[in-house]
């Protein structure tokens, strides 16, 4: 179990602290915008910016900087690339999560398994969202995934879900999916504008969410006799 330091109410130098009134909600810090994806519906094809790690030293400097004057309620790792490829990512996490820091991540989902989960709960991380975004064989072509089948990803997403619910604390998890009911906005597999379909309406909505739940229920533990009675 860590020993977390909480951070102090420092104000923060200069004019940016007098305009800005801290903690804000949350700060986004992009630890690399390499991807093991090549969505069609990514704004990453217009990526003109080399193909790079953030030095583990800044990103410590920044969530030191954070901390100091608690600028954010959360940091969520997030942007362009794929936080689970930053070689020091959970070097990181318990770097954050020694100074009091709390922390997010959004992931595309290939890196998550039973393993993952154990590992986020000792860095403490308080929410994943999942970029699960094409729920279902056909729509994960246009991830252009070179290494992982639809039923792998589907499989490890499950199993990290799984495990997490499992665990004592577990962190807040949320599941995206993509709205394409604006379909001259979104390239399909092809390339081609408009030609990807993947939840139109309402009702293929709550066809997808009632696959996932079902799913997700699948793995959830056993109720306890306690649980039971609370649900009466």
């Known amino acids: 179990m860590l020993t977390t330091v909480q951070p102090t109410s420092k104000r923060f130098p200069g004019r940016f602290g007098e305009l800005v009134k801290f903690p804000l909600q949350r700060i986004h810090i992009e630890l690399t915008n390499v991807c093991n994806f090549d969505c069609t519906f990514c704004p990453k094809q217009e990526m003109?910016?080399?193909?790079?790690?953030?030095?583990?030293?800044?990103?410590?400097?920044?969530?030191?900087?954070?901390?100091?004057?608690n600028m954010a309620?959360?940091?969520?790792?997030?942007?362009?690339?794929?936080?689970?490829?930053?070689?020091?990512?959970?070097?990181?996490?318990?770097?954050?999560?020694?100074?009091?820091?709390?922390?997010?991540?959004t992931t595309n989902g290939t890196y998550l398994d039973e393993e993952q989960a154990i590992k986020l709960e000792k860095v403490t991380a308080s929410q994943v969202n999942i970029s699960l975004q094409t729920p279902d064989e056909e729509s994960y072509k246009t991830r252009k995934a070179r290494r992982m089948?639809?039923?792998?990803?589907?499989?490890?997403?499950?199993?990290?879900?799984?495990?997490?619910?499992?665990?004592?604390?577990?962190?807040?998890?949320?599941?995206?999916?993509?709205?394409?009911?604006?379909?001259?906005?979104?390239?399909?597999?092809?390339?081609?504008?408009?030609?990807?379909?993947?939840?139109?309406?309402?009702?293929?909505?709550?066809?997808?969410?009632?696959?996932?739940?079902?799913?997700?229920?699948?793995?959830?533990?056993?109720?306890?006799?306690?649980?039971?009675d609370a649900v009466g």
């Open 149 to 228: 089948k639809f039923e792998e990803y589907h499989n490890r997403i499950l199993e990290f879900i799984g495990a997490c619910l499992k665990q004592t604390k577990p962190p807040k998890i949320k599941v995206h999916f993509l709205n394409t009911s604006i379909k001259a906005e979104v390239p399909g597999e092809d390339w081609s504008v408009g030609s990807m379909s993947v939840i139109n309406n309402t009702k293929e909505l709550r066809k997808t969410f009632r696959y996932w739940a079902n799913e997700v229920h699948k793995v959830c533990p056993p109720l306890t006799p306690e649980e039971k």
């Open 73 to 105: 309620e959360k940091i969520t790792f997030h942007v362009m690339g794929e936080p689970f490829m930053h070689p020091r990512f959970f070097e990181i996490l318990d770097y954050a999560a020694q100074l009091g820091v709390k922390t997010g991540i």
């Open 48 to 69: 003109t910016r080399h193909y790079e790690y953030m030095d583990f030293e800044r990103v410590c400097a920044i969530i030191d900087e954070i901390a100091e004057y």
